[in-house]
């Protein structure tokens, strides 16, 4: 089983950048692949990125974030990273990271429901 608790939210001016990170708990961390969705207010939560399990490390992103965010982790730290740049106005949600045991291959990857695992989320807003 693992716990995550998301941090780095906050308000940001458009083009410009921050850095999420997702810790987690649980000796098998580096077994998990992890997700970060987001959620606007009245939208359905939705796929930002990923990064597969262990030594995998295969990265997805959803078309909107490409090549403006980037997902990383460090297995021995059991940490997960979004660095988020060039942000836009449409970029304002709750970001939460989410974990399964197993791995994943492309648009498998974008499916919340493989997910097992949630954290609560931190909010990042982007004023134009």
């Known amino acids: 089983q693992v716990q995550l608790v998301e941090s780095g939210g906050g308000l940001v001016q458009a083009g410009g950048s921050l850095r999420l990170s997702c810790a987690a708990s649980?000796?098998?961390?580096?077994?998990?692949?992890i997700g970060w969705f987001r959620q606007a207010p009245g939208k359905e939560r939705a796929f930002v990125a990923a990064?597969?399990?262990?030594?995998?490390?295969?990265?997805y992103y959803a078309d909107s974030v490409k090549d403006r965010f980037v997902i990383s982790r460090d297995n021995a730290k059991k940490m997960v990273y979004l660095q988020m740049n060039s942000l836009k106005p449409e970029d304002t949600a709750a970001y939460v990271c989410a974990a399964t045991a197993g791995t994943c291959t492309h648009y498998a990857c974008y499916d919340r429901r493989l997910y097992s695992y949630w954290g609560q989320g931190t909010q990042v807003t982007v004023s134009s």
């Open positions: 990064i597969t399990r262990g030594a995998e490390n295969r990265t």
């Open positions: 649980g000796r098998t961390f580096s077994m998990y692949t």
